[in-house]
């Protein structure tokens, strides 16, 4: 949290330097710049646009949707150091298997997307804000209506 004294009870070195937080204080005591630091509007909005990609990803797991659908910025995915490549079987050489290319955000950026798209700034609201975030972070056409084959032969969403 944006909050120096719950910070210094944290770590009481961070007056000369934190090894531990990823924040610095300035001599008037207000922080520097680069420090990653949520207010208490900031954090609750984060909390709840990560319970809507849980409370997203759980249906999409009840309906069968199970696709592996990997992301990409840049050069880096999460590929990179999965232990379970094997078991997804993730190859692009196969037809279906494409990476979702999303766009290189500064952090303050994606701050306020989740944010505005959450309702917890500006009045603006969004019923489900994970999605839409999602959507206008994807570079390329979303494969989230792609349809799938089943063990039972039925085309599944």
Do not use: W
């Not at 680069?34 to 309906?63: H, K």
């Not at 701050?111 to 500006?122: A, D, F, V, W």
């Not at 603006?124 to 799938?148: H, I, T, Y």
């Amino acid at each position: 949290l944006k909050d120096v004294e719950v910070l210094k009870k944290m770590d009481r070195n961070l007056e000369s330097g934190s090894e531990i937080l990823p924040v610095g204080i300035k001599k008037d005591g207000d922080f520097k710049k680069t420090s990653s630091v949520a207010s208490e509007e900031e954090f609750q909005g984060m909390i709840q646009y990560v319970r809507s990609l849980l409370r997203e990803s759980g249906e999409d797991i009840l309906r069968g949707k199970i696709t592996v659908s990997p992301c990409k910025v840049g050069d880096r995915t999460p590929c990179d150091y999965c232990e379970y490549g094997g078991i997804c079987q993730f190859d692009l050489q196969l037809k279906d298997n494409q990476f979702r290319y999303l766009k290189d955000r500064k952090p303050e950026d994606v701050l306020e997307r989740i944010m505005k798209k959450t309702g917890m700034q500006s009045g603006v609201s969004s019923e489900n804000p994970s999605e839409s975030l999602l959507k206008e972070e994807s570079e390329e056409p979303s494969r989230k209506n792609q349809k799938f084959s089943g063990k039972d032969g039925e085309q599944h969403a």
